[in-house]
């Protein structure tokens, strides 16, 4: 697909997620170099700031906190619906990102989701590698609830 065809799914699905949650603000950030990128502050009804973008030609990425993740192809429909729940979950209060320290640096975080068993199932991991480890491990919970 051309990059213009993917430039217009990401437009399309930050379209999407804008009208799920029209009190929100979000700023396209033309600055960034990246194929389309948008950031929505921390705001009323947001407590992160959020970004998204379309970057590598078909990569949808999101980013809250110490947690980045990309879907790709962004061609696959779904992986834009995954992308779409996953950003939505999260703005809407019920997905979570998880981030886990070793002292005062973040080596993972990930994005939860409610189990349907209770608790939280992983939708998506990063990983940010540091060494040494410190030995206390610590977590810190980002929810827009």
């Known amino acids: 697909m051309s990059d213009e065809g993917c430039l217009k799914i990401a437009e399309e699905a930050f379209q999407r997620i804008s009208e799920r949650f029209p009190s929100l603000v979000m700023k396209r950030t033309p600055s960034v170099p990246v194929e389309l990128s948008v ?9 992160y700031a959020v970004n998204l973008n379309l970057q590598n030609r078909d990569e949808l990425h999101f980013s809250v906190g110490n947690f980045w993740l990309e879907w790709f192809p962004c061609t696959e429909l779904s992986k ?13 209060g019920r997905y979570r990102v998880l981030e886990y ?16 068993g209770g608790g939280w199932e992983t939708k ?16 810190k ?5």
Not at 39 to 47: E, N, S
Not at 101 to 116: I, T
């Open 141 to 145: 919970e980002l929810i827009n609830a």
């Open 80 to 92: 834009v619906e995954a992308y779409i729940d996953a950003v939505s979950g999260f703005l809407a």
């Open 124 to 139: 998506g991991t990063s990983v940010h590698l540091r060494f040494p480890f410190p030995l206390r491990k610590q977590l």
């Open 101 to 116: 320290y070793r002292g005062n640096k973040c080596v993972k975080a990930e994005l939860q989701a409610p189990s349907p």
């Open 39 to 47: 950031d929505i502050p921390a705001q009323p009804g947001l407590k």
